[in-house]
């Protein structure tokens, strides 16, 4: 791994006067995506603390460059053998989200809990860290658009590309809940709907939205309408195509909604609270509040941010 140089701690800044802090809101942990860096979350993390009375949200301290240090799994045998585990390979990332949670445990009150919000592969990678560090005082882990489930083996042209990490999670770490003590809410977006890179493309798939009744673990699936959804049911354009094989290796399938990088079925767990938001783009990088808004633009963080205040 090459020595980078880490950006200055951003200061967990704290709620102006006028912000109404709910007497139950806890500080909130945002793990980056991959490839995402600490800054591409600061508007959250201010909208959070400014807008939304959050009495903290602190960044976990990552840089694009940070990523390049993921190629050490190469040198793993288990990497080819489509084997793979988290550590040692992502123990640098773990350290940086447990800096962080030390940071806001520091602003946290006497006794009080913390949120965990991981973007994209932040949110497995928030399962790891409950599972292999002090998760005691963590009573929410709120994820977006994140990829929980391994993809799918024997499927023609897929390939696993975290080479086992996903099965290690699904295998290892603990399952979904939504209870008093702790909650997973896993939110997903639909924003353009893949297609086969040949022949027509497939009726729209609505499984998710066909679960409208609570599932076994108890928690129903809420879909969101708006007004921002780039791409129809019958739609099939390059992009769709291209998207879709982007979806498929994730989840198998080529012809079903996501936010453009994580399919939808992949961002739900059984066991939590799934949510899944109209018109929704995968990252901050690339997106616009107004035609392509991402899971943390103000339009949306004011749908799900009741989870965090609660």
Known sequence: MLPLLSPPRPRAARPRASAT????????????????????????????????????????RVTRPDWLRNAAG?????????TLRPRPVLDWYLKRVDDAVSEARELCAPGGKI?????????????????EFDASDISLLLTLGTPHLPPPKGVPGVIDQTRGLLNYVEENCAPAVYTPELRYVCIAGRY???????????????????????????????????????????????????VGQGYKQVCGRADVWGDGVVPEMAAHLEGALNVSFDGVYHSPVGSDDEQRPWYGSPAILKQWVHHLLS
């Open 21 to 60: 802090v709910s007497a139950t809101a806890r500080p909130a942990v945002i793990l980056p995506g991959l490839g995402n860096n600490t800054g591409d979350y600061a508007r959250l993390a201010a909208a959070l603390r400014d807008d939304h009375g959050l009495p903290a949200a602190v960044v976990a």
């Open 74 to 82: 190469l040198a793993d045998a288990s990497y080819w053998r489509g």
């Open 115 to 131: 949120s965990l919000i991981g973007h994209s592969a932040g949110g497995w990678l928030a399962r790891v860290y409950m599972a």
């Open 192 to 242: 353009i709907q893949g297609a086969p890179l040949l022949g027509n493309s497939a009726a729209a798939s609505d499984e998710i939205l066909a679960a409208d009744t609570p599932s076994e673990g108890g928690h129903a699936v809420i879909v969101s309408s708006s007004d921002n959804s780039t791409s129809t049911p019958s739609a099939v354009s390059w992009r769709a195509r291209f």
